[in-house]
């Protein structure tokens, strides 16, 4: 059976940086907060009106496309991972192969917020591996800017999240040391809310420990969204920041070490571990708890924020484009977030 490899990668990022300081004008923080809290310096957000997560994404996939020495006929199955949809239905996929003019190619959406890029990979390597596919097309973009509350209520959520695209090409390798050894997916709904946007939605607050009073209050058509939802910012995310952070640094850690013991092998064996970069003081963590070096990790929220489904492979694009990922290498790509969904992927460049 063969297994499968990255054979091409691209990211994009829109070309307007906003510092943490530009923030200030929109709700009370600092530079030294954020700094000290995310290690977050700079963020991306895209132009309003002529980008989108959809346009981002292709962006990203026209690169990993000629990347793969391929043409975008020949991809033979998409899929798009975002948390940031350009519609709440139709998803990404048929809007990126509409845009790019492709042929009437299976196009699959993943929901998986910040592991959903992880998800995608376990989802086109089983493809792969069966010989379902040859050339599959995985992108995750996000248009975060696009759905924060930028008052001071919103805050601790606003100024981590930035937008952004990455795409790879995935092809099927016989090479002996190259390619996918293993993905770990899991999942935990008893927290779904503590990282969440609610509305629109169908919950009718079943979900939720709150009163349905903003649902008795609405006419049929209104439980989707009505002004009381908005006015409690439910159309927004809302995260319980410190309890999320609690579970990040346990499955983090535990997620690498599981793909690692599948393989019969060690941090010290790791060449880099890319983790999904949701805070640089989690990011840290996990280093500390696996003992590895500063060479063996890389992480670019300094200069990203968090784009949820698109962190791993922009900071992967950004690492092999610096020389850090080479032929061989083993690298371990991990992420945690809204879901809880978690999942590692450990691979051969
Ligand atoms: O990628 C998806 C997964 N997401 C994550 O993994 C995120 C995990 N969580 C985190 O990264 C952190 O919890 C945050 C960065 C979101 C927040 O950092 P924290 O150290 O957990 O802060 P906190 O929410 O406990 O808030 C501490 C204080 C509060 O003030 P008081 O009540 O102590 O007076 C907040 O109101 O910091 C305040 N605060 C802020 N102050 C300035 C919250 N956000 C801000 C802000 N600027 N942006």
């Given at each position: 059976m063969p297994k499968t490899k990255i054979a091409g990668i691209g990211y994009y990022v829109p070309k307007q940086i906003i510092s943490n300081n530009d923030l200030l004008q929109y709700m009370e923080t600092s530079d030294e907060w954020i700094q000290e809290r995310t290690g977050i310096k700079e963020r991306r957000y895209a132009h309003r009106t002529e980008e989108t997560t959809t346009t981002m994404g292709v962006e990203a996939a026209k690169i990993a496309i000629e990347r793969a020495g391929?043409?975008?006929?020949?991809?033979?199955f998409i899929i798009f991972a975002t948390?940031?949809?350009?519609?709440?239905?139709?998803?990404?996929g048929v809007l990126l192969q509409r845009a790019m003019k492709m042929g009437e190619v299976g196009a699959l959406d993943i929901r998986?917020?910040?592991?959903g890029f992880i998800y995608s990979l376990s989802v086109a390597d089983q493809f792969i591996k069966t010989g379902m596919y040859k050339n599959i097309l995985i992108v995750a973009s996000e248009k975060h800017s696009f759905g924060l509350d930028f008052s001071t209520r919103g805050r601790n959520i606003s100024v981590i999240f930035g937008d952004g695209a990455g795409a790879v090409v995935l092809q099927p390798t016989e090479v002996a040391?190259?390619?996918?050894l293993s993905t770990h997916l899991h999942s935990d709904g008893e927290s779904a809310e503590m990282l969440a946007m609610f509305n629109p939605g169908t919950h009718a607050n079943h979900w939720m420990d709150q009163p349905a009073a903003d649902f008795e209050d609405a006419s049929i058509g209104q439980m989707f969204m009505s002004h009381q939802m908005i006015d409690k910012a439910q159309n927004f995310p809302n995260m319980d920041g410190p309890a999320v952070f609690k579970k990040a640094v346990v499955k983090f850690p535990e997620v690498i070490s599981e793909a690692l013991i599948k393989n019969n092998?060690?941090?010290?064996?790791?060449n880099l571990l890319i983790p999904h970069q949701a805070n640089l003081r989690i990011a840290q963590y996990v280093q500390k708890k696996l003992q590895?070096?500063?060479?063996?990790v890389f992480n670019n929220i300094d200069k990203y924020g968090n784009t949820t489904a698109a962190s791993i492979p922009i900071a992967l694009c950004e690492a092999w484009e610096q020389g850090k990922v080479k032929d061989g290498d083993l690298i371990c790509l991990a992420a945690f977030g809204s879901g809880f969904t978690w999942g590692s992927a450990l691979m051969r460049w």
């Open positions: 391929i043409t975008k006929d020949d991809i033979d948390l940031s949809p350009d519609y709440y239905f139709p998803g990404c998986n917020q910040c592991s040391n190259q390619g996918i092998l060690l941090p010290k064996d790791l590895l070096t500063d060479d063996q």
